[in-house]
């Protein structure tokens, strides 16, 4: 039997429970340990960047990805490509996903600063003394940056097949990043996934704002015209 859009937002707030709550949780436990700098995670986490690290020009380009110099001005194009397509389509509140996306990368620095400073965790040997590396602001601007501009875009793709590539460069994208902080020691593995889960939070709020105010978000049509009856 099918199921109809009633019985499909119902099981929605359920789902979006658990899609915020997941990753939520794991911030909150990932946090926990890189305070207390000696938990069981910390340790894993210092053995697995020893490993890892081996800074070369490669590692460094795909961190760049993560700057807001490379990141922002992609998030910019894709929704200036999406604010004009709305606005020519006639959709009603056209502006809103773009003004929702960019409110969310604002939040990117809000959280994180604060979190950087309260954390005050060292770096890795391979960078200077210091402190303030959890969570990676990098891997939250590259996550948020591209991440925003996919889900936007996804409603505006035709085919599944083109769905799927953006999709699949958005993850790239930001996996190159993260990637490439780790293996050239900017970040340890751990500031890296505490960044993934708390965009995730943000990402999968973005998500279900979009859900609820852009469904009627549709091109408007003429109306039809009534049938004219000629008496015969």
């Given amino acids: 039997m099918p199921i109809s859009a009633n019985q499909d937002r119902a099981t929605l ?3 979006a429970a658990l899609l915020l709550a ?4 794991l ?5 926990w340990q890189v305070a207390a700098a000696d938990g069981p995670l910390v340790r894993l986490d210092e053995r697995l960047s020893r490993v890892l690290v081996n800074p070369d020009r490669f590692s460094e ?15 910019a194009l894709a929704l200036g490509y999406i604010a004009v397509r709305g606005r020519r389509a006639g959709a009603d509140r056209w502006w809103l996903p773009v003004a929702a996306a ?3 990368m604002a939040l990117v620095p809000a959280l994180v600063v604060p979190l950087k400073a309260l954390m005050a965790r060292p770096g890795t040997p391979a960078e200077p003394p210091g402190t303030g590396y959890y969570p990676s602001g990098h891997t939250a601007t590259a996550a948020v940056a591209y991440g925003s501009a996919a889900l ?3 409603p505006w793709l035709r085919t599944a097949l083109a769905r799927r590539a953006l999709i ?6 930001v996996l190159g990043a993260s990637y490439g902080l780790v293996r050239r020691g900017y970040h340890w593995p751990l500031d890296v996934v505490g960044s993934w889960c708390l965009c995730a939070v943000l990402l999968t709020s973005l998500w279900l704002f979009l859900r609820r105010t852009t469904a009627p978000n549709r091109p408007r049509r003429p109306a039809l015209e009534p049938a004219r009856h000629d008496g015969t």
Wanted: with cysteine; charged share 5%; net charge negative.
């Fill in 13 to 15: 707030p359920g789902s």
């Fill in 168 to 173: 699949v460069l958005c993850a790239a994208l």
């Fill in 152 to 154: 936007l875009l996804l």
């Fill in 27 to 31: 911030f909150a436990l990932i946090t």
């Fill in 22 to 25: 997941l990753p939520a949780l």
């Fill in 61 to 75: 380009l795909l961190a760049d990805l993560g700057n807001i110099a490379v990141a922002v001005p992609v998030l």
């Fill in 102 to 104: 960019v409110l969310l």
